[in-house]
């Protein structure tokens, strides 16, 4: 009832920009080109060194596949594409393949005012947002280059919210409904907050940063806030608010 009446109250273009942003589809094929200046920017970065910096969500991701055996770097490229393909096929089904080319810098405009909010919103929660940011970025001032921190910055937001959100928030919630059975709504709080709480603990593996409540903290309610995006606007737009929002506090 709710939702029709939303419906009926927003104007036509914003429900269908809405709606095409959010499918899975859309939202991979705008990350595919953060993937792209990623790898390219690291490519440059690391040319002449044997030794690369990357995101500890995305070495996970990579531990995963050689573990099965697989150590071939495209694999994971190939694997990209074809949860591609399902996307496209899931949006066709779904009637949501006809996007306009606009709605991509919109939706990177949505994703810019959504990180601008979401340190604001997290720093109130724990109410020590500046020495909370200093104890969050800490590890990355090892990196004195700016290019090696903004490319750092970019991985985190492509590969936290592929791990955190895309993978694991649906998963849960696809193991809620089938052995669960609880109402939807309840579903996905849990879903989200058990993502949250991984989110921010996965940050204190290896002992790079001294685990405090406080960062902790900071980091879960912005989890919070990511996997409830994530569940509302969809990949693309976490992606992008992760990445952006990374990127402000590296360009501080």
């Known amino acids: 009832m709710a939702g029709n009446v939303a419906e009926k109250l927003m104007p036509k273009a914003l429900d269908t920009y809405f709606k095409k942003t959010r499918s899975h589809f859309f939202g991979l094929l705008t990350i595919l080109l953060l993937l792209l200046i990623y790898e390219g920017s690291s490519a440059k970065l690391y040319a002449d060194q044997q030794v690369q910096i990357r995101n500890s969500a995305e070495v996970i991701i990579q531990r995963f596949v050689w573990f099965m ?18 996307a496209f096929w899931l949006a066709k089904k779904q009637q949501l393949l006809d996007f306009k080319f606009v709605y991509i810098p919109y939706s990177i405009f949505e994703s810019t005012f959504y990180a601008l909010s979401l340190g604001l919103i997290a720093g109130q929660l724990t109410e020590r947002t500046n020495s909370i940011l200093m104890m969050v970025w800490q ?5 004195a280059d700016v290019g090696a921190r903004a490319a750092s910055a970019l991985g985190a937001g492509i590969y936290e919210e592929l791990l955190f959100r895309f993978i694991l928030v649906s998963l849960l919630l696809l ?3 089938k052995l669960v059975g609880a109402q939807k709504i309840v579903q996905t709080i849990f879903a989200v907050v058990i993502s949250a709480l991984l989110f921010s603990g996965f940050h204190y593996l290896g002992g790079r940063e001294v685990l405090t409540l406080e960062s902790f ?10 996997g409830v995006l994530f569940v509302v606007r969809g990949i693309g737009v976490t992606s992008y608010t992760h990445s952006i929002y990374n990127l402000l506090l590296v360009f501080r």
Request: glycine content about 6%; aromatic content about 22%; overall charge neutral.
């Open 175 to 177: 193991i809620f409904e």
């Open 217 to 226: 903290a900071y980091r879960f309610y912005a989890g919070v806030i990511l």
């Open 69 to 86: 055996g697989i150590r071939n770097n495209l694999f994971l490229w190939a694997v990209y594409l074809l949860v591609l393909v399902w």
């Open 139 to 143: 590890n990355q001032e090892q990196l």
